[in-house]
């Protein structure tokens, strides 16, 4: 009988066990995978918010660890304009909203000038984008539209006695875009009681690629104003306090599962050696090696964890497109699990089989013959 044959029948003879440790596994792979696949498609979802629309730096307010809470002089957009190698800025305001009603809380709502450069990357799929004569007016992302109910032509109040007519409906290349609002700067910042103010301004380089121009303009636009920081937009997102800490949550859940994985596969494997003790034994007397000892038991215990690894990236990919098709989470949650995570999935595993059988797999080599066989 081939050696692979041996540890396949081994696992299989005790397929009740070897089951539920797949089982253990594929839940602690699977919360891993899901977890941190879905904090790394939000940081991504992001990233091509800013990095499909060519823009290079994001300035907001210096020292402020919560983007929202930013708050820029409107005006300082006319003087970073001025500045030599910039190409094109526009002013942006952002806040959260929760229609109750629909069962929808902290969606997005943006405010942009009618000419900013960002409507040059939204497909229209109704509708139309506003102008500045346009006052009450809001587009919806479609995936929030389908939310919602609404479309083009429908109204929505934004706020208790504020309707606003629903002018267009767009796809965007983000995700996150998809799931929220955009209506004219001007009526967001009268919404909110925030005249004249922006939270941040995007900044689109002439010489985008040319590292020293980028750093010199950075240099330039903080020294525009005191308090400004002029950020790349990698560093902008993920050094956000909210995605830091979704990321930071996910990896201690993720961790807190592996390692409860970890002592299933090492439970399940010192039960197995401690049954198998006169059969080891048996085979040491025909002449295995330690080494072959081991290498069994180490292979059982990768099977074990593999087979749960494959469970659970399954049983993530399904989770997180069901999500995805939830109206509370859609526009949230990416309906795909980027394959760098999966695999990193897979070698956790292989790591935790690794781990769980190690010590089992020394000490069924070191099992005497003699005693082993004698074993009651």
């Known amino acids: 009988m081939r050696f692979f044959t041996f540890v396949i029948k081994n696992l299989v003879r005790r397929r009740f066990r070897s089951l539920l440790t797949i089982a253990g596994i594929g839940l602690a792979v ?53 500045l030599p190698g910039v190409k094109q800025v526009a002013g942006v305001m952002m806040d959260v909203m929760s229609f109750p009603e629909l069962n929808l809380f902290g969606v997005p709502i943006v405010g942009w000038e009618p000419d900013a450069f960002m409507f040059d990357n939204l497909k229209l799929v109704s509708g139309r984008s506003p102008t500045a004569d346009d006052g009450r007016v809001v587009m919806l992302g479609n995936i929030l539209a389908k939310n919602m109910g609404k479309t083009t032509g429908d109204t929505l109040d934004v706020l208790e006695d504020e309707p606003f007519q629903i002018i267009g409906v767009f796809e965007s290349l983000s995700m996150v875009e998809n799931g929220s609002m955009i209506v004219t700067l001007a009526e967001l910042q009268r919404l909110m009681d925030r005249r004249g ?66 002592v299933g596969v090492l439970n399940t494997m010192v039960m197995s050696v401690f049954e198998r003790t006169q059969e080891i034994g048996i085979l040491r007397a025909l002449g295995w090696r330690k080494s072959r000892v081991v290498r069994m038991i180490l292979l059982e215990a990768i099977l074990l964890s593999l087979g749960g690894a494959l469970l659970g990236a399954a049983g993530a ?60």
């Open 197 to 262: 103010r922006v939270n941040m301004l995007n900044v689109i380089a002439e010489n985008r690629f040319d590292e020293g121009s980028l750093e010199q303009l950075r240099s330039a636009i903080t020294a525009v104003a005191p308090g400004l920081s002029a950020m790349t937009t990698e560093n902008f997102v993920t050094s956000d306090t909210q995605i830091r800490a979704a990321r930071g949550m996910a990896w201690m859940t993720s961790l807190v599962a592996l390692l409860i994985g970890s």
């Open 30 to 82: 699977g919360a891993m995978i899901a977890l941190v696949g879905i904090s790394r498609g939000f940081v991504d979802s992001f990233l091509e918010l800013y990095q499909g629309r060519g823009i290079d730096l994001v300035v907001v307010r210096s020292g402020v660890a919560e983007r929202l809470t930013s708050a820029l002089d409107e005006s300082l957009g006319d003087k970073i304009r001025q």
């Open 317 to 376: 990919v399904g989770l997180t497109r069901m999500l995805s098709r939830v109206p509370a989470f859609s526009g949230s949650i990416a309906s795909h699990i980027p394959l760098p995570v999966i695999a990193q999935g897979f070698l956790i595993a292989l790591f935790l089989g690794l781990i769980g059988g190690l010590y089992p797999a020394v000490y069924g080599a070191r099992l005497q013959p003699t005693e082993a066989i004698r074993h009651e």
